[in-house]
C-alpha cells in the first residue's frame, strides 16, 4: 500500500505542484536579494531591457506594464507568485487523495507558516519600490502587531474554551484611557497605575466570563454586552475626548505637561533601535500563556470543554470556573495591549480599539485555532500574528486604503473558516 500511495497520480501531481511552488519561489527570494542590493529602480530598468529584446515575452510584459501602470520587475514579480499559489494549489490538492509527499499541506501548523509565506511574498511582489526591503519596515511591522498579538493570545484561550470575546477592543480603550489619566493628569507611579489598570482589564474579563459561564449566556451576547459598556465607560471617564499631555485647568486654558516615563520606556527601542520594548513585552505574554495553555492543568480542562463541555463537566472538569479564568485572561491581556497602545500614541483615545477584536478573531482563524473550541494553540497565534501583522503593514506601504483593508479582514476570516471546515 505505501508504494501505491508513493507512486500513484495523486502523489505525482503532488510531487510537480511542490516543484513548481518552490521553484517560483526561489526566483522571488532571488528578485529580492537583488532588488535590495542594487535597488529597485536600477533591477527595474535592467530586468526591461534583458527582456525587451525576448520575441513575444517582452511586448505582452509590455502590454502589461502599461495596462496596469505598474513596473516591469512588479509584473514580472506577479508571474512567478501566482505560480507558486498554483503549484501549492496543485500539491495541496493532490495531497489529500494520497497519503504521501504533501499531505503535510494539511496540518494546522503547515498551514499557517504557507499562509506567512504568502503573505511575505506578497511584500516582496509589491514592494512600494523597494520599501519592503528595508529594515525598519520590518520592524515597524512587529512593533504594530504586537497590540493584535496580546489580544489574540487571549483571544485564543477563550477561543478554545468554546466561547468568543467581542469586547477586547472595548477593554483596551476603557484600559488606554484609564492609564493615560493616571499617568499624564493625576502623575500616578508606575507601580500604582499598572496594577490598576491589569486589575480593571481582569474584572471586564471576569464580568463577561461570569454572565457567559455562570448565567449560561451566549458568549457573543455576553461580549456583544461588554463591547458597548466598555466603550461607553470609557468616554465618560474621559469626557469624550482624547487623554492627552494638553491638561485643562480650572480657569479653561490648558497646560502642557512632559510625557511620563513609563510612556517613553514602554515606546522605547533595544539592541540599538532594532526591537520595540512592546513587542517584547508581547512576547513575555506570549510564552506566559503557552505555559498555562500547555504545560498546566488548567489548560488540559480547557482544551477538554472546548472539545465536549459535557463530557468535561460528567469528567469532573470545573467547567464555570475554568471558562471565568480564560475571559479574566483574555481581559488582562486586552488591559497590557491598552497599556501599550497609549504608551504608542502618547494619549488614551476612548475611539481607540475600534475593530481590533475582528483583527484578533483573524489572527486566530489564520493561525488554525478552530472558532468550534477544543484545537488550536499559541504557536498557531503566533503565526497568525505575524500573518496579518505583515499583511497590513504591506497594504500600509501601498496606500490601500483603511476601508479595503477591512474589507480584506473580512475575507480573510470566512476563507479561514472556510478552509478548516473543508480540513475535516
Known amino acids: 500500500m505505501p508504494n501505491q500511495n ?7 501531481r503532488a510531487k510537480v505542484g511542490l516543484a513548481v511552488f518552490l521553484v517560483s519561489l526561489l526566483i522571488l527570494i532571488v528578485l529580492f536579494a537583488a532588488e535590495v542590493w542594487v535597488g529597485f529602480g536600477d533591477l527595474d530598468q535592467r530586468m526591461q531591457k534583458a527582456i525587451s529584446g525576448l520575441p513575444g515575452i517582452g511586448s505582452m510584459l509590455g502590454l502589461a506594464v502599461n495596462f496596469f501602470h505598474c513596473h516591469a520587475l512588479t509584473a ?4 512567478f507568485y501566482v505560480g507558486a499559489i498554483i503549484g501549492l494549489a496543485i500539491a495541496a490538492r493532490a495531497g489529500r487523495e494520497a497519503r ?16 506567512l509565506v504568502l503573505v511575505f511574498l506578497l511584500g516582496v511582489v509589491f514592494s512600494a519600490e523597494g520599501a519592503f526591503g528595508i529594515i525598519g519596515t520590518h520592524r515597524d511591522a512587529l512593533r504594530q502587531a504586537s497590540v493584535f498579538g496580546l ?12 466561547g468568543i470575546d467581542l469586547g477586547v477592543g472595548s477593554v483596551l480603550a476603557l484600559v488606554s484611557v484609564t492609564f493615560s489619566l493616571m499617568s499624564i493628569h493625576w502623575g500616578w507611579q508606575p507601580w500604582v497605575s499598572v496594577p ?60 502642557y505637561v512632559d510625557v511620563p516615563a513609563v510612556f517613553r520606556f514602554i515606546d522605547s527601542r533595544i539592541l540599538d533601535g532594532n526591537l520595540s520594548v512592546v513587542t517584547v513585552i ?48 483574555s481581559g488582562l491581556l486586552a488591559g497590557v495591549a491598552g497599556m501599550c497602545q ?7 483615545d476612548p475611539e481607540t480599539g ?36 505583515y499583511l497590513e503593514k504591506i497594504l500600509s506601504i501601498n496606500a490601500v486604503p483603511e476601508a479595503s483593508r477591512l474589507m480584506l479582514t473580512g475575507v480573510i476570516i470566512v476563507a479561514a473558516v472556510l478552509a478548516q471546515r473543508r480540513k475535516r
Not at 315 to 328: A, E
Not at 375 to 380: A, P, Q, S
Open 354 to 389: 475600534t475593530g481590533y477584536e475582528l483583527t484578533a478573531i483573524a489572527i486566530v482563524v489564520i493561525g488554525g485555532t478552530t472558532l468550534t473550541g477544543g484545537r488550536g494553540g499559541i504557536g498557531l497565534t503566533l503565526l497568525g500574528t505575524l500573518t496579518i501583522g
Open 196 to 255: 490598576v489598570c491589569l486589575l480593571l482589564g481582569a474584572m471586564c474579563g471576569g464580568l463577561a466570563g461570569t454572565i457567559t459561564a455562570g448565567f449560561r449566556i451566549q458568549p457573543f451576547v455576553a461580549t456583544l454586552a461588554m463591547m458597548v459598556f466598555a466603550r461607553g465607560l470609557a468616554k465618560t471617564i474621559s469626557g469624550g475626548t482624547k487623554v492627552s499631555t494638553a491638561v485643562k485647568n480650572p480657569d479653561g486654558t490648558f497646560r
Open 76 to 79: 514580472i514579480k506577479v508571474v
Open 282 to 329: 508581547f512576547i513575555v505574554c506570549a510564552v506566559l500563556t503557552w505555559i498555562l495553555l500547555a504545560r498546566h492543568r488548567w489548560g488540559t480542562h480547557l482544551y477538554a470543554i472546548g472539545g465536549n463541555e459535557e463530557a468535561a463537566r460528567l469528567s469532573g472538569v470545573p467547567v464555570t470556573s475554568t471558562k471565568i479564568l480564560s475571559y479574566v485572561a
Open 100 to 115: 504521501g509527499v504533501a499531505s503535510w499541506l494539511n496540518l494546522p501548523v503547515c498551514r499557517a507558516i504557507l499562509a
Open 151 to 162: 489580544l489574540a493570545c487571549g483571544m485564543t484561550l477563550v477561543i478554545i474554551g468554546g
Open 6 to 12: 508513493q507512486n500513484s497520480p495523486g502523489s505525482a
Open 342 to 348: 497609549a504608551a504608542q500614541e502618547q494619549q488614551g
